[in-house]
Nanobody, 116 residues
Framework: QGRLVESGGGLVQPGGSLRLSCAAS????????ANWYRQVPGKEREPVAG????????NYTESVKGRFTISRDNAENTLYLQMNSVKPEDTGLYYC?????????WGQGTQVTVSS
């Protein structure tokens, strides 16, 4: 059974940086498209960034372009999200997702709070 475990969340000041990690196990991570989503109370979960299985194509939601970078290390079965110049509106519960054909795995989420 596939499993994803996020880490790296926490409290960060506006303008600061944070790096999220997501460790994959129990499935062939290198074959999966991977994504980061975030959710705030009262709102639907929204996609933040995605990366193709081979790591050669990425996409971002408009609000994080130029500030966040998604990457992956298939040898280490790990997905990353480098968050720079963070803003209060980046606050939320960040989820890791891996998807391929009918397989769709989610982590439990890691909280990111941007506040002074």
């Amino acid at each position: 059974q596939g499993r994803l475990v996020e880490s790296g969340g926490g409290l960060v000041q506006p303008g600061g940086s944070l790096r999220l990690s997501c460790a994959a196990s129990g499935f062939s991570f290198e074959n999966f498209f991977a994504n980061w989503y975030r959710q705030v109370p009262g709102k639907e979960r929204e996609p933040v960034a995605g990366i193709r299985a081979d790591g050669h194509f990425t996409n971002y939601t408009e609000s994080v372009k130029g500030r966040f970078t998604i990457s992956r290390d298939n040898a280490e079965n790990t997905l990353y999200l480098q968050m720079n110049s963070v803003k209060p509106e980046d606050t939320g519960l960040y989820y890791c997702n891996a998807r391929w054909w009918i397989s769709d795995y989610w982590g439990q989420g890691t909280q990111v709070t941007v506040s002074s």
